[in-house]
């Protein structure tokens, strides 16, 4: 697996690779530069639009146009515009929560976690919204949440708390239902900080290592399998792209370095990239079926506004 450097972005907190079929296209998110990150691999093109708040995820939905989870909640962004239209709230009176990582299951729902942005409390949650645009709480007790993801099959729901270094597994014995939460895999002391995980087609679990110079490749089982070392520290996610899905985009920061770590690792904050033998699950969209409305809280349905 030969490591290529993409581009240079300089991104802050780069975050959140998703493939977008639609327009053969890379997006992904800097939390902390407030930016939306587009990157065409045919042109070598990357464009970047300003966010009003900072951006947790950003996900396509069916039809045109996404989702991206702000500080504030969900809102939807359309690209042509530069627009983000608020249409849910989801955590309005925890003010030091920001939402985090999020994905979009095959069956067009988003799955998405929070996290205490100063990183001391564990007030951090994991969410689903359903296509009547209902936000539903699953699981609670985070600091950072971190990585959701599913199997192949989708019966199997990985989600990570990251200060505590480990992944979770749990059951999806019903689409929206969770059950049967046990430990998947623990990053062991000075290996890194587990962020973002990815799932490809052979149910094998890569999972982004903060502070862990590159990624790690786990059987369904929980073993490790391969590693992946990259040029920086900061691993924050990956994404299986292109017509094959073979193509790993991989994205970075330097927020935490020290200058001398800086200096020390000029790309920081950049887009890398490699091939692999094994392919990436087909992408979805979120499937939304609501109009009309207005949000009230996080417990009843929310609807676009």
Not at 118 to 130: K, N
Not at 230 to 254: H, M, Q, S
Request: proline share 7%; with cysteine.
């Amino acid at each position: 697996m030969e490591l290529q450097h993409i581009c240079a972005v300089g991104a802050e907190l780069g975050e959140g690779p998703i493939w977008v079929p639609r327009d053969a296209a890379l997006w992904f998110v800097d939390i902390k530069g407030r930016q939306l990150h587009r990157y065409d691999p045919a042109s070598g093109e990357r464009r970047a639009w300003s966010a009003p708040e900072l951006p947790g995820f950003i996900v396509p939905v069916r039809g045109g146009g996404f989702i991206v989870g702000l500080k504030s909640g969900l809102h939807r962004f359309e690209p042509e515009t530069g627009e983000f239209v608020h249409f849910a709230d989801v955590e309005p009176h925890l003010t030091d929560n920001r939402l985090n990582d999020g994905c979009v299951c095959a069956d067009g729902t988003l799955w998405f976690g929070s996290m205490h942005d100063p990183e001391t409390e564990a007030s951090g949650a994991l969410y689903r919204l359903d296509e009547n645009g209902r936000v539903v709480s699953l699981d609670s007790g985070y600091i950072v949440t971190n990585g959701p993801a599913f199997s192949p099959d989708g019966r199997v729901f990985y989600h990570t708390d990251s200060l505590q270094r480990v992944i979770y597994a749990f059951d999806r014995p019903a689409p929206g239902t969770i059950s049967g939460k046990r430990v998947f895999a623990r990053i062991e002391q000075g290996a890194g900080v587990p962020d973002g995980t990815t799932v490809d087609a052979e149910g094998c679990v890569w999972i982004a290592l903060w502070g862990g110079w590159g990624v790690r490749r786990y059987s369904p089982a929980g073993e490790l399998l391969a590693t992946m070392r990259l040029p920086c520290a900061n691993v924050t996610k990956i994404a299986f792209a292109g017509e094959d899905l073979r193509t790993v985009y991989a994205t970075t920061a330097w927020v935490g370095l020290s200058p001398a770590e800086r200096e020390a690792q000029p790309l920081a904050g950049d887009l890398f990239a490699f091939r692999t033998d094994v392919h990436g699950l087909p992408p979805a969209e979120v499937a939304l079926r609501f109009s009309g409305g207005h949000p009230t809280d996080s417990r009843t349905p929310l609807r676009t506004v």
